[in-house]
């Protein structure tokens, strides 16, 4: 499939070389201009178009008028505007002419009328010397070439019938690599390899060659074809709804990355690339105009590789809010209590503990608190064990001394005494 002018981002230039002298070949293209209608030009998208005339002395003059109708039957097949295709023509030998520039003519029969006064220069075949002028001097804003944000194709077509005396093949690297795209065209005896060293890639699709001026006409359709190639989709007359692509003289839908086309084959919809199996996300999948971006579940976060997620060590300082431990669970984390403290209804502070409450102290009798501690101790009659923990009863010696015997009873018969007398007075 040709690929279209219309849909190209850089620009061409058409290098007009003529027929070797003495060439007894064919018809004359002047009824073949005839033809040419002005209706039978295609709404192409717009071009800052400049046709390099080669004039040297191996030009004749018939065949140097051939060229210049070549160049009107060109100018009728474009839309020639302001706003749409821009034309300037360079006229070339030894030295370089701007016949005129980009800003000059806006319009189809003030171009042709400046064609036909075109003299040529016969002198030798400075083709590098007229690629360079051309980037230098034509292809500029001051000349009328628009800015490169307006992104209109630069466009330079090359017709030869020799070999370039200059080093044609840097300067047209440079035109390349500057974003003019370059056809070049031989006429009888032009120089192939030097067409190929000029031409644009693909050389099949930027190379051609005619036998005779007369029969060069072949290439004004060539030319217009590859124009209108992309008619549809650059005057936006087709009816996709985001991308059109051009295909030969029709077109097919497109849709931009993050859409998938309708079966209509014209509208598009958002892709949920979110769904399951069209993202990459390790654990969480967010939609982001059409594209997505992977984030990670609390207690995450996400690795260098902005897809997979890596457990958060919860614990580091700073991370948590507990008041005295802190416990790491997968990703998360609880808090805990220094032994003698419990942990509070919040989950994160802790109170000391009432060691002594029943089920705490492995204590006998009794549990002494001491601060976050404690110690046993026994009930009267009872002392503390060894183990500091049980309680044995207290014994009592039986044995008396004698003197505390007879000290008792002493004691005991003056209390019969006293009572008997208390008894006898009571009773008189």
């Known amino acids: 499939m040709r690929r279209a002018l ?4 850089c620009g061409l230039t058409l290098l007009l070389l003529p027929a070797a002298r003495g060439s007894p070949h064919g018809p004359r293209l002047e009824a073949a201009g005839s033809r040419a209608p002005a209706d039978t030009a295609c709404k192409n998208r717009p071009l800052d178009l400049v046709f390099i005339i080669d004039s040297s002395r191996s030009v004749r003059p018939e065949e140097f008028e051939k060229v210049k109708i070549f160049l009107s039957n060109m100018i009728d097949t474009l839309d020639v505007g302001e706003r749409t295709t821009r034309v300037a023509v360079m006229n070339y030998a030894s030295t370089v002419k701007v016949e005129f520039p980009l800003r000059t003519y806006f319009d189809k029969a003030s171009m042709k009328e400046a064609v036909s006064h075109i003299e040529p220069l016969s002198a030798g075949t400075m083709t590098g010397l007229a690629i360079q002028t051309a980037m230098d001097e034509v292809f500029t804003e001051e000349m009328g070439t628009r800015p490169a944000t307006f ?9 030869t019938d020799g070999r370039p005396q200059d080093q044609v093949q840097d300067v047209a690297a440079s035109a390349r690599t500057a974003g003019i795209e370059i056809y070049a065209v031989g006429v009888d005896r032009a120089d192939m390899q030097s067409l190929r060293i000029m031409a644009s890639e693909p050389l099949d699709e930027h190379v051609f060659y005619v036998e005779t001026y007369g029969v060069i006409e072949k290439l ?32 097919l839908c497109d849709c931009y990355e993050g859409y998938t086309l309708n079966p209509d084959k014209r509208t598009c919809s958002a892709v949920d690339v979110c769904a399951p199996g069209r993202h ?3 654990q969480v999948c967010v939609s ?12 995450y976060t996400l690795n260098p590789d902005k897809k997979t997620c890596s457990a958060i060590d919860a614990c580091t300082p700073g991370r948590h809010d507990c008041a005295q431990i802190c416990l790491s669970n997968d990703g998360s984390y609880s808090c805990d209590c220094f032994e003698g403290y419990t942990l509070n209804p919040d989950k994160k502070t802790c109170s000391a503990a009432d060691m002594c409450a029943p089920g705490r102290h492995d204590c006998e009798q009794v549990c002494v608190r001491d601060d976050l501690f404690y110690t046993c101790d026994c009930y009267q009659g009872y002392t503390l064990n060894p183990d500091k923990k049980t309680c044995s009863r207290v014994t009592t010696s039986s044995l008396i001394t004698t003197e505390e015997s007879c000290k008792c009873e002493a ?12 008894e006898a007075l009571s009773t008189k």
């Open 6 to 9: 219309g849909i190209l981002g």
């Open 151 to 159: 992104n209109i194709p630069k466009v330079v077509i090359v017709v």
């Open 220 to 251: 004004t359709s060539k030319f217009r074809e590859t124009f209108c190639a992309a008619n549809v989709c650059a005057l936006g007359t087709h009816d996709c709804e985001q991308v059109c692509v051009a295909n030969g003289a029709s077109y």
């Open 280 to 282: 990459e996300c390790d």
């Open 288 to 299: 982001n105009n059409g594209s997505y971006v992977c984030e990670c579940h609390e207690g």
């Open 411 to 422: 004691i005991a018969a003056l209390q019969d005494s006293v009572t008997s007398r208390l």
